[in-house]
């Protein structure tokens, strides 16, 4: 039932994507400035709140661990945190090869770039920490706390190119202002979906994964009691 | 379409596609190492008990 569930997922995602593609890359307008490189835009902001969505959900699980001590949160919460760190260096790599067409460099210390980067080292830093606590319960809640700590830098990211007194060189803000033409919302949208398929059914294969090393710590000890 | 910059473009999109499909492969082969310590770890239970 859930291998079930997974490939249902991964199927329609990847369908939805590779439509999305033909869309994309045959059907929509060229834009006057920018030639080909603005289709990067049809990746690079879904996979961005892509990640932030897999983010939030780690977020809730985080404090929910918190409370009520349950281990299936915390799973829940490295799983999306691992999937979302996927999605933000897509983000980050689209939006530099972008940066070296439209800017003429690869990076800057921008204040949208260096927050969204600070927020992929923090989570980064999350998955590469886990390990090195071997006390189940203490690794769990010591993960829950750096992944509420690490959900602080999200609005900081989102707020860069909003605040007046920010200087920035990344694009303003196109979705909520309307300078986005509407023939690009259905692409936009589609592969907003397929990058929630393909995050959900790679949270449900991670998922797994750390219930069967869950089960695999509870056996070793039931060895060492033998 | 417009080509101008059509080749930052592809790079562009392999490069996401390359971190999508190296994460699915470290998922694969992370599930079947999992995999193969669950059985040894369960046979050796079940040996001496």
Known sequence: ?226 | MDIRNFTYLVYGYSAAMLVIFGYVTLLVLRSRRIDRELTRLKSLVEDKS
């Not at chain 1, 800017?103 to 830093?125: K, N, P, S």
Request: hydrophobic content about 55%; charged content about 15%; aromatic content about 12%.
């Open chain 1, 1 to 226: 039932m859930r291998e079930k569930l997974i490939l249902s997922l991964a199927a329609l995602g990847t369908l939805l994507l590779v439509w999305d593609f033909n869309t994309i890359f045959l059907h929509l307008p060229d834009e006057a400035l920018q030639g080909a490189i603005y289709r990067i835009i049809f990746i690079h902001v879904p996979a961005a709140i892509g990640a932030y969505v897999f983010y939030s959900v780690a977020v809730i699980t985080s404090a929910m661990f918190l409370v009520k001590k349950d281990f299936k949160y915390d799973s829940l919460a490295v799983a999306c945190v691992e999937v979302g760190a996927t999605f933000t260096l897509v983000n980050l790599v689209t939006g530099s090869i972008w940066g070296r067409i439209i800017w003429g460099i690869w990076w800057t210390w921008d204040a949208r770039l260096t927050t969204q980067l600070i927020c992929f080292l923090l989570y980064l830093g999350y998955l590469l920490l886990r390990p090195a606590v071997t006390e189940p319960t203490q690794r769990a809640t010591m993960s829950a706390i750096l992944a509420i700590f690490a959900f602080a830098d999200i609005p900081i990211v989102v707020m860069a190119i909003r605040l007046k007194n920010v200087r920035t060189q990344h694009p303003q803000p196109v979705l909520e202002t309307g300078g986005l033409d509407p023939s690009f919302w259905p692409p936009l949208l589609i592969s907003f979906a397929a990058v929630l398929l393909i995050g959900t059914a790679l949270v449900l294969v991670r998922l797994h994964q750390e219930t069967s090393r869950r089960e695999i710590d509870y056996l070793r000890r039931e060895l060492h009691a033998l």
